[in-house]
């Protein structure tokens, strides 16, 4: 700003300088002009008056290098001129101030040489017998004396130019200074020119603007981080080329990534084929998805194209853990064939004894073991739907009607309706303990202690002992199923609880189990927010472990 206002000062001084120059020479040449015509007048009035009287003598006997007289006859001719010879001279009768002094008396005119640097004055007068006098001088023009001044110019023009750059520079200086000295975060507290009181206003308008949106913008960005940093999909955020705007928690422990990576390029913290052809496809086609395994978890990731006013500015990419759904898939699929299977078995063997009876293959007396085989098949056909409906009411969270129910009194329940088939392998059945009020739905209850009491009595021993311990304190309920069976291996113990898996295959036939008892007692228990435990040891049985928050 100051050299501009240097800039703008020196550039006045120097036009107005130059203006007054050309002005100044251009009145005082008018004024020396008028009064050099003026003098010539006075001068040929003198000398017209002289030759009236004395005649051409006295004008021979004049002897002047300025002034050039020449007297010219009524007709044009030429009498006498005191520079040139009369007999060469032209006739001046058409000359502009001959003419004019034939007509008025007087007459003037001014003529300027070929080369501009000099002009001729002409005054000419009418005498009494009708000639005409006239004189004239030549004086320098405009041009002239200006060329003769150009060192005197120069020489202001320099002085000029020096003294105003000085007082400029200081003038700019002192003008600029109290600008420089303006404290632009609290404009209305300066104190400045008044001329800049409505600026310095505007500004400070401007500023409570600017805090109000950068206020609502720092909350609306609060909120996005708020939002984003809860999520539990991974989120990122990339600018129209590719570069990282937002990226949130989920997300930095997905790509093993902190803060600092904002700004980078997307593509270096994941360099995957698949990653760089699905950022392509969404580029090109708005949007691209795939899946991909990271840090042992399936992931799906979601790329958008986020477009404005018909230009890419930028890239959404959303990455969900569909772990548990793929497991959730693959558990249907083996389900699904699982149940095929159970389900086909028996059918085999009920069609396989019904076409050996309807063939008269059968002898009469084997027809009531087929019979019975066939109610037996039929009735473990009827289990498996049974278990597999109670299964499907689980897996769909289904609402059932809760109660206040004895965990002591169902478990005595169970060990009447088992007490046959504990009788039949020798196996006694215990209750003890608390017992064990919580709310919860009781036919589920039952199944979880009945299909825990049946494998402990199925799986054990003859001669063999199955315990259950109920026990309440602190809001919890802890129910214990303790057998002297045949125990489980450890590398068992995390799938006992999976559907159709079997421990010994050839056992779980000969015992009649469908596969799905512990299934239905772990979804039951997940049902009521418990957890569940196993504990065994290969022949020296199986403790397992419920606990209900009362």
Known sequence: MTSKILKSILSVVIAVLLASLVIITGVLYRYFGTMQETQLRDELSLAASATEQLGEGYLEKLDSDRYRLTWINADGTVIFDSHADVSSMENHASREEI????????GGSVRRSTTLTEQTIYEATRLNDGSVLRISVSRATALVLVLGMIQPIAIVLVIAIVLSAWLAHRMAKHVVEPLNKLNLEKPMENEAYEELSPLLH????????????????????????????????????????????SINSAAKKLFGV??????????TIDRKQNMR?????????????????????EYQFDLSRIDSDGNNRGMVILAFDITEQVDAEKHRQEFTANVSHELKTPLQSIIGSAELMENGIVKEVDVPRFVGHIRKEASRLVNLIDDIIRLSQLDERAEMPSEEVSL???????????ADAAKLKDVSLEVVGDEGIMRGIRRL???????????SIKYNNRGGSVKISISQKQGQVSLIVQDTGIGISPEHHDKVFERFYRVDKSHSKQSGGTGLG????????QYHHGKIAVESEINRGTTISVLFDT
């Open 99 to 106: 003419k004019e002094a034939f007509l008025m008396g007087t």
């Open 202 to 245: 505007r500004i400070h308008v401007q500023q409570l603007e600017i805090q109000s949106q950068v206020q609502t913008l720092k909350h609306k960005q609060n909120e996005f981080e708020q939002i984003t940093e809860n999520m539990k999909e991974a989120l990122v955020l990339l600018d129209g080329l590719g570069r990282i705007l």
């Open 258 to 267: 902190g803060a600092s990576c904002i700004g980078e390029d997307f593509l």
């Open 277 to 297: 052809l699905a950022l392509e496809e969404a580029r090109t086609q708005g949007h691209a998805d795939f899946r991909d395994n990271k840090n042992g978890r």
């Open 408 to 418: 002591k009194t169902i478990s005595e329940e169970v060990c009447e309706t088992l």
């Open 445 to 455: 209850l039952y199944e979880v202690i009945y299909n825990l009491c049946d494998n």
């Open 518 to 525: 512990l299934s239905i007692v772990k979804h039951a228990v």
